[in-house]
């Protein structure tokens, strides 16, 4: 069984940085995307960044510029360091794994760290 544990959220002020790390765990295959999903109350859940297992990225425009992802691939943790926070950018973030597998992919999600942006 696939588990996602993220770590790393809090109360920041705006203009402050943060940094986000997951560390999956189980059985994983080498060939992966990991990322990162943020819901904020009322809204959709939308994509902020993610990054495959040969090192591709892919970042929402809201966020290119002050976040980057990295990823390491030796111990399946995956990184999201936010520099310049908004206070839009409030939301509960969610660690992402898309997997493949003989059945194709599979997709795993964590249980969500809160980031606060207030002064």
């Known amino acids: 069984q696939v588990q996602l544990v993220e770590s790393g959220g809090g109360l920041v002020q705006p203009g402050g940085p943060l940094r986000l790390s997951c560390a999956a765990s189980?059985?994983?295959?080498?060939?992966?995307?990991m990322g990162w999903y943020r819901q904020a109350p009322g809204k959709q859940r939308e994509l902020v960044a993610t990054?495959?297992?040969?090192?591709?990225?892919n970042y929402a425009d809201s966020v290119k510029g002050r976040f980057t992802i990295s990823r390491d691939n030796a111990k399946n943790v995956v990184y999201l360091q936010m520099n310049s926070l908004l206070p839009q950018d409030k939301a509960v973030y969610y660690c992402?794994?898309?997997?493949?597998?003989?059945?194709?992919?599979?997709?795993?999600w964590g249980q969500g760290t809160q980031v606060t942006v207030s002064s």
């Open positions: 189980g059985s994983i295959s080498r060939v992966n995307v």
């Open positions: 992402y794994l898309r997997d493949w597998k003989n059945v194709g992919w599979i997709e795993y």
């Open positions: 990054i495959s297992s040969g090192g591709g990225t």
